[in-house]
């Protein structure tokens, strides 16, 4: 019996590794190109960033004044790829349940743009809000910070 059972859960682990080596593709299954990623790093410690894309921002901070507590509002931050290469976004995150990203999941060529779209939530908020958005990509510095305010008041007190 104990060698059945034995037998059992290693052709489960098994399975379970086999399973999960799948190689050469993304979260989604989708092979990126080669040329997407890039290391920027040289044999002799050098940087080169000269041909890596760069996402740049119209701006980093949006600031939403008085909202109603329960109100739900969006930003959209544009940018541009001012790189020589193509840009991807990786991952969008944010600081709180309450701001919601979107974002372009195809690689943008040099010279192109899109946004981040954020929306906020303010039910069950009050005061001044502060929401920190991260935008990973694969440029150098890799991370880019954004950030939305408002300032949450009750219904009446607009």
Do not use: W
């Amino acid at each position: 019996m104990k060698t059945r059972f034995f037998s059992l859960a290693l052709v489960i682990l098994a399975g379970i590794v086999i399973s999960g080596c799948r190689q050469g593709t993304g979260n989604n299954g989708e092979s990126l190109p080669g040329d997407v990623v890039t290391n920027p790093n040289t044999a002799d410690g050098k940087t080169d960033l000269s041909k890596l894309p760069a996402i740049t921002f119209e701006v980093k901070e949006h600031d939403f004044g008085k909202i109603i507590e329960g109100e739900s509002v969006s930003y959209e931050f544009v940018f541009t790829n001012t790189g020589k290469t193509d840009l991807v976004i990786a991952d969008v995150s944010t600081s709180c349940g309450c701001t919601v990203p979107s974002y372009p999941k195809t690689a943008i060529r040099p010279g192109q743009g899109g946004s981040v779209k954020v929306a906020f939530n303010s039910r069950g908020r009050r005061g001044m809000q502060t929401k920190n958005i991260v935008v990973v990509t694969n440029t150098q510095p890799n991370v880019t910070q954004l950030k939305i305010k408002a300032q949450v008041v009750p219904p009446g007190n607009e």
